[in-house]
């Protein structure tokens, strides 16, 4: 599912302190998802449980987010169809034209949180491309809903009604629903109190099991890229000094690694102090910044198509002027792939050895390969080869990590992500950037 178009279209217009750390172990997404409640996961959302553990007490909490990786030979020959599509079709059309995007690797983290009081569990995808918290309402009757859990009004004594409708169109996906109000538990040390979010009437097939099995979204964003005028959770929990830090870190594995991840709210990893890199937000609606170029290995060629032309003309701007100038970059855990324009992405394959079209690259050239050099807010950040290639031991195919969309916006799905330690700086609109340890 790919939850970034929000992200797009907005960016072209223009907790008591505490620490709370969301890991993962390793045990594959279908095994938890089974487990984790047993006879809970259709209708109703179960009551949730979050007892006081050492680690709250001592400001640190770890909530797991767990990998959905549906890698299977019908996803990857439909992701080629769909590569193949949007490269033709691009090549034919105006870069002007946003053209949609479908994430048909069916690749995501999701966690849990809690709602209402007492808390009914839902599992949602923790999501810096969007602003909006929204999980499946009792009364929605599309297929969807009555396969996830629902939110029961009925049953949360805290809940209240805003009387407000919300719509909101994603990449391939859209859902309709209220507006309410009530408590979020991210933890029983993260509270939000009175939190907007949204209970929907309508899910488009989009949400459908087997391929969604997330029950909603936890949107990260700030209050700028919300839907329905609601604040964003981050800035209630910035409002609210809900944080010991006024921040949170991302921490994603791959699945040839520990296979999950964790988000840590209010503190991040002090062992990445000293090799964090801190680059500038640029708007108000998500993590993005300026990005100025692609370079392989050590040569001077620059694959950002156009970056050359515009970093020549900024070079007498001021940073503002330079900013607004730039090309942008999102940093977005809701994305399976990496997004850009498909002139830069048709060479970046061509240099490499991969068909333009298809993605796809002869597993006996990884060895050769050498790094993709991303540089974000005037720094760069690399990819290893077998961090930009795909590589499926079990079919024996490789295949880019990579989609086209359109020259304005590049995002920096979870493959960027996966290799990076990512911290975002809810108060001071900054981003922290490190090479992942293994």
């Not at 178009?5 to 302190?17: E, F, G, H, P």
């Not at 408590?183 to 979010?197: D, E, K, P």
């Amino acid at each position: 599912m790919k939850l970034v178009t929000v992200a797009l279209l907005a960016l072209m217009r223009s907790v008591v302190c505490a620490t709370i750390n969301i890991p993962v172990d390793g045990a594959s997404a279908d095994v938890l998802q089974d487990s984790m409640v047993e006879g809970e996961h259709v209708g109703k959302g179960s009551n949730m449980h979050l007892p006081i553990t050492p680690d709250d007490v001592q400001g640190s909490f770890k909530v797991p987010l767990y990998l959905k990786n549906g890698l299977d030979p019908e996803s990857r020959r439909k992701d080629r169809l769909e590569r193949s599509r949007k490269m033709k079709n691009l090549a034919e059309s105006s870069l002007n034209n946003i053209a949609p995007l479908t994430n048909v690797r069916d690749y995501y983290y999701y966690g849990y949180i809690g709602v209402g009081n007492p808390p009914q569990k839902f599992s949602v995808i923790f999501d810096t491309g969007s602003s909006n918290i929204w999980v499946p309402g009792e009364a929605c009757r599309s297929s969807a809903c009555v396969a996830h859990r629902r939110f029961s009004k009925d049953r949360s004594s805290t809940f209240l009604p805003k009387s407000q409708k919300i719509e909101i169109q994603y990449g391939t996906g859209f859902i309709a629903g209220e507006i309410g109000l009530d408590t979020v538990q991210v933890s029983s040390a993260v509270v939000l109190r009175n939190q907007s979010f949204a209970l929907t009437s309508l899910e488009d097939k989009t949400f459908d099991l087997p391929r969604s099995q997330f029950d909603g979204l936890f949107g990260l964003g700030f209050t700028g890229g919300a839907e329905g005028g609601v604040e964003a959770p981050v800035d209630t929990m910035l409002r609210e000094n809900i944080l010991q830090e006024p921040l949170f870190a991302v921490k994603l594995y791959s699945s040839s690694n520990k296979g999950n991840g964790e988000i840590t709210f209010g503190s991040y990893d002090k062992n990445y102090s000293d090799k964090l890199s801190w680059l500038d937000v640029y708007g108000d609606y998500f993590w993005a910044t300026t990005m100025e170029g692609i370079f392989y290995g050590d040569e001077s060629i620059n694959y950002l198509y156009g970056a050359d032309k515009i970093n020549n003309l900024t070079s007498s701007m001021s940073p503002q002027e330079k900013a607004r100038a730039s090309r942008k970059a999102l940093l977005d855990t809701g994305s399976s792939l990496i997004y850009g324009d498909p002139f830069s992405l048709a060479a970046m394959s061509i240099r490499i050895g991969a068909d333009p079209t298809s993605g796809e690259i002869p597993c006996s050239a990884l060895a050769s390969l050498k790094p993709f050099h991303f540089v974000l807010g005037g720094k760069p950040f690399t990819m290893q080869p077998n961090e930009y290639i795909y590589h499926d031991e079990a079919s024996g195919t490789c295949e880019v990590q990579w989609m086209p969309v359109s020259e304005y916006l590049w995002v920096m799905g979870i493959p960027f992500l996966q290799s990076h330690y990512s911290v975002y700086n809810i108060k001071d609109r900054k981003i922290g950037l490190a090479r992942a340890a293994n």
